[in-house]
């Protein structure tokens, strides 16, 4: 199965900045089948981005999805107060679907 | 708005079966979409279960297949997972999710699983 594996664990930025979220696997994902998730404490866990670039309903558009193969990235182009979760990028490109380990976004 | 519920037990003893059920409402289980289970752990990734298409097909995480069971009822928009012969590496957070066969777009809050005696 693959494996994705995020980076920084965690990101200490303040509200207005530009997050910039690494989400990097063990081998190529097919057809760049990766989406992102945002998690809040006590909350369910939101789709973010699918299809490696494309916005899920009602996304912002300062959260951008980019990449291609084996590295992609989750940018946040000015953080809200509201942005600050642990965010998880998932790969549907071969089968079992797996899930990195997250990147929390905290406020410095 | 779609909206998942997860309910069950809280504590399961080892060696025991695990059971969830999940209540969709804001919309039909029957139509065309796939409803999963997906896990976490402390401290670990998320992990995908299974899923269960509304006529009782389903598929299952090769590394929990032999332990899995899920079931579906319409007529009660519910969907349920049991989990046999659980481990205290079984207790995680449980989470039902409306899955497009790709991407997971509507997920449960969760609920906490604890194996312990």
């Known amino acids: 199965e693959i494996v994705l594996t995020q980076s920084p664990g965690t990101l200490s930025l303040s509200p207005g900045e530009r997050a910039t979220l690494s989400c990097r696997a063990s081998q190529s994902v097919s057809s760049n089948y990766l989406a992102w998730y945002q998690h809040k404490p006590g909350q369910a866990p939101r789709l973010l981005i699918y299809g490696t670039s494309n916005r899920a309903t009602a996304i912002p558009d300062r959260f951008s999805g980019g990449g291609s193969g084996t590295d992609f990235t989750l940018t946040i182009s000015r953080l809200e107060p509201e942005d600050f979760a642990v965010y998880y990028c998932?790969?549907?490109?071969?089968?079992?679907?797996?899930f990195g380990q997250g990147t929390k976004v905290e406020i410095k | 708005q779609v909206q998942l519920q997860e309910s069950g037990p809280g504590l399961v003893k080892p060696s025991e079966t695990l059971s969830l059920t999940c209540t969709v409402s804001g919309g039909s289980i029957s139509r065309n979409n796939y409803w999963s289970w997906i896990r976490q752990p402390p401290g670990k990734e998320l992990e995908w279960i299974g899923h269960?298409?509304?006529?009782?097909?389903?598929d299952y995480n090769p590394s929990l297949k032999s332990r899995v069971i899920m079931s579906v009822d319409t007529s009660k928009n519910q969907f349920s997972l049991k989990l046999t012969s659980v481990t205290a590496a079984d207790t995680a957070l449980y989470y039902c999710?409306?899955?497009?066969?790709?991407?997971?777009?509507?997920w449960g809050q969760g609920a906490l699983v604890t194996v312990s005696s």
């Open positions: 269960i298409y509304y006529n009782g097909n389903t």
């Open positions: 999710v409306r899955d497009k066969g790709r991407v997971f777009d509507y």
């Open positions: 998932q790969q549907y490109g071969s089968s079992p679907r797996t």
